[in-house]
């Protein structure tokens, strides 16, 4: 059974157990937040010994040659020995701007960043509070459009990241990024191709910032976004995408509800049903389409096969699945 060594002790793995709950086993603190190899939250660095390429999954070259890692998915086969990513390495510095109510629960933070922060819209970044929470966001801003990085933050029943957020963080408050991470943005190359993006919820935030990134970038194929919600609550930016979609006659905005009554949905022209529905339903023949999935994770998981039977191909359909931890059941401090 393999070994690692972490702030001068060394701890045996049992079986089947990943670094991230033997390290939790032994007291110690890791960040961690979806548990499943998404978010990049856990991210530690093997100083010595190679840690599973499975567990790299996601991470740039330059930080997988570095040794990074995610425990939270790391089962070694040899033995490690860990620390801590470097502040440095990993970690700059944002001020939040702004925040603005968007919906009854989605809320806009815009965030100055101390050096220019190269990324593509729709990638994600893992946003850090002063005592080590961390949790991953979307990016909805566009480099090339927009001077600040804008977060679309869902508000979640009893969640620590969102509610904290919402009710406490002020403008001007310092926090921590790191990232950019993910490969759910506009590919350059291929103007012409159709591209069909679906998100449910805060989903939203990166398809807004592929949709405004294609469209400026010259985009010359049919950008369907659809967004979804079961109630009228849970849609924002219902103005700005119409606007976007009166400025670029090949953007289509279709809003989808799946649990109003006819009136609230004639009330904002929103169509019937769950937006991977309705969107499937529109486009059968996917082959040759770009997807953008994004949002709720078991929408993400079944639509990205329902686009496969339809022809996309799987390189084509890009993913953002919201993952994290269902808590839920379990009381919380
Ligand atoms: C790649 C990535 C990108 C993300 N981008 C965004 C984004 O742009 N905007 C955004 O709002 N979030 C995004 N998230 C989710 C975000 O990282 C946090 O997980 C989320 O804000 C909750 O954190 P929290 O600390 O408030 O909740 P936690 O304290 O971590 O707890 C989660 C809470 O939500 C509950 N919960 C779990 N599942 C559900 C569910 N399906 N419905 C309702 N409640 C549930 C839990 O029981 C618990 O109370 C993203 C996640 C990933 C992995
Ligand atoms: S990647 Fe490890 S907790 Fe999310």
Redesign the pocket.
């Known amino acids: 059974m393999a070994s690692i060594e972490f702030a001068d002790a060394r701890l045996d793995l049992a079986p089947q157990e990943t670094v991230?709950e033997c390290l939790e086993q032994a007291g110690h603190q890791i960040p961690?937040?979806?548990?499943?190899?998404?978010?990049?939250?856990?991210?530690m660095r093997a100083r010595k010994g190679a840690p599973p390429e499975g567990s790299q999954t996601g991470l740039r070259p330059g930080q997988v040659e570095q040794g990074y890692f995610?425990?939270?998915?790391c089962q070694p086969e040899e033995d490690l020995e860990i620390e801590s990513p470097g502040e440095a390495d990993v970690f700059g510095r944002v001020v939040a701007l702004e925040k603005t109510q968007l919906s009854a629960t989605v809320c806009r933070l815009r965030l100055r960043t101390s050096v220019p922060l190269f990324y593509h819209a729709g990638q994600f970044i893992n946003l850090r509070r002063r005592d080590g929470l961390m949790r991953a966001y979307s990016l909805a801003s566009v480099p090339s459009l927009d001077d600040s990085l804008e977060l679309h933050v869902k508000r979640l029943g009893g969640g620590k990241m969102s509610n904290w957020i919402h009710d406490e963080l002020e403008v001007g408050e310092a926090l921590d990024i790191q990232g950019p991470n993910g490969d759910c943005y506009y590919v350059r190359g291929t103007p012409e191709r159709p591209l069909l993006l679906i998100g449910n919820g805060s989903g939203l935030a990166p398809l807004y910032g592929l949709a405004r990134d294609a469209l400026a970038d010259g985009h010359t194929g049919p950008v369907h976004l659809y967004h979804g919600s079961r109630t009228a609550k849970g849609l924002y930016y219902g103005e700005e995408l119409r606007a976007l979609a009166g400025q670029w006659e090949n953007f289509i905005y279709v809003p989808c509800l799946s649990g109003e009554a006819d009136e609230a949905r004639a009330a904002i022209a929103a169509r019937a049903g769950r937006a991977e529905d309705v969107a499937l339903a529109d486009h059968g023949e996917l082959a040759g389409w770009g997807v953008y999935l994004c949002g709720y994770p078991p929408m993400v998981k079944t639509a990205k096969k329902r686009a496969f039977l339809a022809g996309a191909e799987l390189q084509n359909i890009l993913t953002d699945p919201y993952?994290m931890q269902d808590l839920r059941k379990l009381p919380r401090d």
């Open positions: 991230l961690f937040s979806c548990r499943t190899g998404v978010c990049l939250t856990c991210m995610l425990p939270c998915v993952e």
